[in-house]
């Protein structure tokens, strides 16, 4: 007898939500406090030996390490939330995210150990990153399944919000221990904000740990069983079935991921070690900008349900695009105001147009049993050579600049047109994409042979 889909209530949405969006500030806690610390001290710490450039530059490099194997986890673990369900992944991707992050608080320093301390960093971003790589992937696709049709895309850009709260509280954490002496903050501040993730980690797995599995993942693993046609290599379904909606959907989220890494981690380094702005300064501007991200991400998110995704989505990566001249010329004015607006105005139409579409873009584009493998490949493959590399490659491209700005906004604005086109194409490949369709329609028909 087959399984009947149930509509979900309204207590087991709610939850749902919850779930994933402790899960994606953990997350994002969790990277951009690496980001910041990179930003700011672990230089000094871990590659004290190099000269200041080349050690902002090393630092930034272990950042980029964590996400080369996000595709990996991404591929791994998607493939047991597709095979297996939603929940047993998202606790396992939790775990390995909580994990190497508390770790990182406890290494050992360059000074104590010599070499082994980078190398030891480096495999400690390994873990946080395997983990992280299916992290959104799995929240976007248990909340996209859980979630009225007609506000899929306002509960999907919750979790982009979510996002930022991470980024907040990385900031604010940092912000906390920045007013510790040089010395203080060199021997043992560093360690607390990786240290206090513990606290979020124990919370976000005891609230994965009540959730059911969604009803419409049930109902299509009981027809798949039926019909005798389990996919027990997702990703080969995906690769056969699928090839545009992968390479489209890799594209889209180009302008998007060198959108929040400008922003946040290379913004912070910029201002601080190019501008010398003061610490605490930058780091204000920085939480203040998040903020103004915070409140707009979901409104976006509304407008996509009603306007559809893409048209929210090319709107966001089209200011980003014209606004990247623009951003930099107020930031590079020295002046706090200007910089921050700059970097609010970034956050507020930018980032929260882009985020706050995305997860109903890319949920859209796969049908249940391949959704969480679908979008964890398209994603994480996208961040490994876009999202993780940028602050690196932005903070070579004002060394070759000598100091200014201007390639830097030139990489953006590629970045977003690059999106631009894959959404318009995937719109003329799939006219009503970003409109709430659900497997059956025409959108899952496209590539099937």
Known sequence: MMYTAQTPSPAGVRKAVIASIVGTIIEWFDYALYGTAASLI????????????????????????????????????????????????????????????VAIGLLPTYAQIGIMAPILLVLMRMVQGFGAGAEYAGAVTLVYEYAPPQQRGFYTSMLQSATLVGILLAVLTFLGVSQLSEEALSSWGWRLPFLSSAVLFVVALYIRQQLDETPEYLQAAERAKALKETHKLPLKTLL????????????????????????????????????????SDALWISLLASFCGVLTTPLMGWLADRLGASKIYIFGAGFAALFAYPLF????????????????????????????????????????ELRFSGISVARELNSMLIAGPTPFICTLLVGWAAGSSTYVSAYLALCCIVSIFAVVKLRSEQPIIGRNFTEGNESTKLSRP
């Open 240 to 279: 056969k079935r699928y090839p545009k909606q992968l390479t489209y959907g890799f594209l889209a989220v180009t302008g998007h991921n060198a959108n929040v890494y400008i922003l946040s981690a290379f913004g912070l380094s910029y201002m601080t070690n190019t501008l010398n702005i003061n610490r």
């Open 42 to 101: 672990l230089n000094k710490i871990f590659f004290p030996d190099l000269s200041d450039t080349a050690s902002v530059l090393a630092a930034f490099a272990t950042f980029a390490v964590g996400f080369f194997v996000r595709p990996l986890g991404g591929v791994v673990i998607a493939h047991l939330g597709d095979r297996f369900g939603r929940k047993p992944a998202l606790i396992f991707s939790i775990s390995l995210m909580g994990a190497g992050t």
């Open 329 to 368: 010329a107020l930031i590079d004015s020295g002046n706090l105001l200007l910089a921050t607006i700059g970097l609010c105005l970034g956050f507020s139409i930018s980032f929260g147009a882009m985020a706050g579409a995305q997860g109903l873009l890319l949920a859209d584009l796969f049908p249940t």
